[in-house]
């Protein structure tokens, strides 16, 4: 029953600014880190920040340090990522994830964010 259902993309100008959500049920979610990847066309999937149990610590790609935030509510079972300052290369599905295991990487649908002017 674990799911994650991220929310928040869209068409946006560079420069410009979206916040991402990242809806987590069937699961307890203050017991795992929680991770954002992005894909690009042609382009395998690629870690963009990470965010631990108790979000007391966060890491982030090279490409999007100063720019995004990544964020967790364990109340509200809900992660988010910041995105600030967004370029055209920034386009992407993003998607949250959790790993349980080996056996158990868990991912959502994606959401779609365009920066295009």
């Known amino acids: 029953q674990v799911q994650l259902v991220e929310s928040g993309g869209g068409l946006v100008q560079p420069g410009g600014s979206l916040r991402l959500s990242c809806a987590a049920s069937?699961?307890?979610?203050?017991?795992?880190?929680i991770g954002w990847f992005r894909q690009a066309p042609g382009k395998e999937r690629e870690g963009v920040s990470c965010?631990?149990?108790?979000?007391?610590?966060?890491n982030y790609a090279d490409s999007v340090k100063g720019r995004f935030i990544i964020s967790r509510d364990n109340a509200k079972n809900t992660a988010y990522l910041q995105m600030n300052s967004l370029k055209p290369e920034d386009t992407a599905v993003y998607y949250c994830?959790?790993?349980?295991?080996?056996?158990?990487?868990?991912w959502g649908q994606g959401t779609q964010v365009t920066v295009s002017s």
């Open positions: 994830n959790i790993n349980m295991g080996k056996y158990f990487d868990y």
């Open positions: 965010i631990t149990t108790s979000g007391d610590s966060t």
């Open positions: 069937g699961f307890p979610f203050d017991y795992y880190a």
